[in-house]
């Protein structure tokens, strides 16, 4: 079985609000005042982002964290559902 990896998820929903949005790497690098290479790094799932970092870009994104995390849990609930066998029980 695949381990599931947050940081794919998250880097994936950050690129998908960001292309969007319609902006740029390099936009919502300087607003969020994240490096060009570390934004790019979080986007495609190599780095992990801390709280205050994700905050930064999803403010830039014009997202509440709320909505990034809820977006990020909807697409691991997803995920975790296809890959676990549902087992019927008995009443």
Known sequence: MKTILIRKVMGETLRELRMGAGMT???VSMASMVSLGYLSEIERGHKEASSEVLFAIASALDVSL???MIAISGKLAALEAARVPRVAVAA
Do not use: V
């Open 66 to 68: 709320s909505e990034l």
């Open 25 to 27: 790497l390099r936009e």
